[in-house]
């Protein structure tokens, strides 16, 4: 992984992918593969978030890279390798073929999680993990889920500024659209988003309800959380605020909060798509079409 966020203003003129990506263009096979450790775990997350179901995640997070190999060639530094490479990542998820996950609006949510009874917990000794695990496994998955409510491109913004801290200059040149242009679109996901979470979500607003540990049972019966296949909780996670910077602008305490608690999801660590996409460089074929040495 990058030692520090690509969305950040000065990691456009990062001169370790400047460096890389010459070398990688001029046949050496090392330097493509330790560009591509440095970006996978960004770009995986990025997709995760998007997706939600991992296996998904993966097989589209291989999709972006054997592109950005097969592309690398044409990269002509006219903008940073990393304009190229996220705007890259951008244009192939939202052409992606749209997902059943992708059905959801914030009314069926509502009435999907209205639908789900408040229940005691499950007896520990009954389930094949930590009890916490469960609930945490829950609120992610559900605060995860409702990101699925907003329209790719509006879900796609939010999960670039909100959650990894990309400002309206980065978002902008990112989008290749002006930076208010970004404030507004981005100001419309907080907007839809502020007005489910704070009529619905207890870990918003404190007045609301539903409270995930009450959910969990429910979650589980209706096979949304399974014990035996943890989605999202592990005992030791590297949570999103600590990889990636938040800048903070003019955000009152409640949007402030319904950030945070998309922030405070796991980071998650990618399978090594290095390994994999190193068979496939191997292969005669694919290296005479990337006439790699």
């Known amino acids: 992984m990058s030692a520090s966020s690509p969305f950040a203003d000065d990691a ?15 046949g050496d096979r090392d330097a493509l593969e330790r560009l591509i450790a440095r970006h996978q775990a960004w770009i995986y997350n990025i997709v995760r978030r998007m997706l939600y179901w991992p296996q998904d995640s993966e097989d589209t997070t291989q999709e972006i890279l054997i592109k950005v190999i097969t592309k690398l060639s044409t990269f002509e530094g006219r903008s940073s390798f990393r304009t190229w490479l996220y705007r890259l990542v951008i244009n192939h998820v939202l052409n992606l073929k749209r997902r059943k996950s992708e059905d959801w609006d914030f009314g069926r949510y509502k009435v999907a999680l209205d639908a789900m009874p408040d229940q005691e917990l499950p007896d520990p000794h009954s389930i094949p993990a930590d009890i916490q695990l469960i609930v945490e496994e829950a ?38 659209i002006t930076r208010e242009n970004f404030r507004q679109k981005l100001s419309r996901a907080r907007r839809d988003l502020h007005a489910f979470l704070n009529n619905q979500c207890g870990l918003v607003n404190g007045a609301n309800p539903c409270r995930c540990a009450k959910k969990t049972g429910a979650f589980i019966q209706a096979g949304f959380v399974n014990p035996q296949n943890l989605l999202f909780a592990r005992e030791r996670v590297i949570r999103v605020r600590e990889v990636a910077e938040k800048t903070l602008d003019n955000l009152d305490a409640l949007q402030a909060a319904f950030a945070e608690v998309h922030r405070d999801h796991p980071f998650h660590e990618p399978p090594d798509f290095v390994a994999a996409l190193r068979s496939l460089i191997d292969s005669a074929d694919f290296k005479s079409t990337l006439e790699l040495d």
């Open 12 to 26: 456009a003129t990062d001169p370790e992918d400047r460096e890389l990506t010459l070398r990688a263009q001029a």
């Open 139 to 176: 609120k992610i998955g559900c605060t995860s889920g409702v990101l699925l409510c907003l329209d790719r491109q509006q879900r796609l913004i939010y999960v670039l500024s909100e959650i990894f801290g990309a400002t309206d200059f980065v978002g902008a040149e990112l989008f290749e």
